[in-house]
């Protein structure tokens, strides 16, 4: 059974860029969850996705969003890229999320904005 | 406000011994404790994870403690091995609740000398 897939797996962006990230979770998943990671914030909760619908989103401004397809794939999106947005981004999958069922990560994708 | 305080930041063992990390939780609410491993340039791992309705749970050399009333929990790690080496995160979760995400601690660097 394939893992969670994240890609790209490294970006350099430029202040002002966006980005798109993109996560296939496991098959049978139907929740995706996002998060930042940074070595001065730890992991960071982005927004949770079921069935296409965002159902909780964390602290972080509008700039960050993201969606979900009928097949669970999922998206985040940043737009006008600041410095502080570089970080590891991390997406896991489960299959109802909830905290009933596991959640598996991906390896990440790292986004380096210069 | 840091809802899951995690210590200590950093750990050094010897082969052969035992890795002790703790963690406290602010929200009572909480009803599920994962915790997970994350080796450099991977995604975090489920290790093992506790629900409160016990007090301890085993798998393998791996162990968490969770005392309720004190809202504290922690993972041991016995006969330590080099290849445990890695930053381990605990995480809390409101299971079935609203708020579908993973609160994680800051993490903790296990280094396991030979």
């Known amino acids: 059974k394939a893992g969670v897939t994240q890609t790209p797996r490294y970006l350099i962006k430029t202040r002002g860029q966006q980005v798109t990230l993109s996560c296939s979770p496991i098959?049978?998943?139907?929740?995706v969850s996002w998060y930042q990671q940074t070595p001065g914030q730890g992991l960071q909760f982005l927004f949770e996705?079921?069935?296409?619908?965002?159902?909780n989103k964390g602290n972080f401004p509008g700039r960050f969003s993201g969606r979900q397809f009928s097949n669970s794939r999922s998206e985040m999106n940043v737009s006008t890229l600041e410095l502080g947005d570089s970080a590891l981004y991390l997406c896991a999958s489960s299959l109802e999320g909830k905290g009933v069922t596991e959640a598996f990560f991906g390896q990440g994708t790292r986004l380096t904005v210069v | 406000q840091q809802q899951v305080k995690q210590s200590p930041q950093s750990l050094i063992v010897q082969k052969g011994g035992i890795s002790i990390i703790n963690c406290a939780y602010e929200?009572?609410?909480?009803?599920?404790f994962p915790w997970y491993q994350q080796f450099p340039g991977k995604g975090p791992a489920l290790l093992i994870a506790i629900r409160p309705d016990v007090s301890e749970k085993k798998e393998g050399r791996f162990t968490i403690s969770f005392n309720k009333s004190a809202k504290q929990f922690s993972l041991h790690i016995m006969d330590s091995q080099p290849g445990d080496s890695a930053t381990y995160f605990c995480?809390?979760?409101?299971?079935?609740?609203?708020?579908?995400?993973?609160?994680f601690g800051k993490g903790t660097l296990l280094t396991v000398n030979p």
């Open positions: 996705y079921f069935s296409e619908t965002q159902r």
């Open positions: 098959s049978g998943h139907r929740s």
């Open positions: 995480a809390a979760e409101v299971s079935g609740g609203s708020n579908y995400k993973l609160t």
């Open positions: 929200n009572t609410a909480f009803d599920y």
